[in-house]
């Protein structure tokens, strides 16, 4: 059975930093991409990165470029995102997604996910 349980959020100051998790059970995700996703209260669902199986290359959206980054630990089956210099405007509920694809489209923040995580909320405030 194919799930996605994420962890690592939580309250932080501006400025500060999180590592949000994303563990996957019932498939490998050295082989399969993962998506992160993020929702604000009363907004739409908003891409963050994408990190493909196997070649490992990892997109990240412009409001994460610079700040965030994302990476794999295949002997653990999770991914990671590193969020640094968090905002405000960050907060959000954070997801990660799969669709059991290996490659990361090049409009994969668009795209419609079969399986994702329960998410985990991050808030940016002083």
């Known amino acids: 059975q194919v799930q996605l349980v994420e962890s690592g959020g939580g309250l932080v100051q501006p400025g500060g930093s999180l590592r949000l998790s994303c563990a996957a059970t019932?498939?490998?995700?050295?082989?399969?991409?993962i998506a992160w996703f993020r929702q604000a209260a009363g907004k739409e669902r908003e891409g963050v990165s994408c990190?493909?199986?196997?070649?490992?290359?990892?997109y990240l959206t412009n409001s994460a470029k610079d700040r965030f980054t994302v990476s794999r630990d295949n002997a653990k089956n999770t991914v990671y995102l590193q969020m640094n210099s968090l905002k405000p405007e960050d907060t959000a509920v954070y997801y990660c997604a799969t669709s059991l694809h290996t490659y990361c489209d090049s409009d994969w923040y668009q795209m419609g996910y079969r399986y994702r995580g329960q998410g985990t909320q991050v808030t940016v405030s002083s």
């Open positions: 019932g498939f490998n995700l050295d082989v399969n991409l």
């Open positions: 990190i493909s199986g196997l070649s490992g290359m990892t």
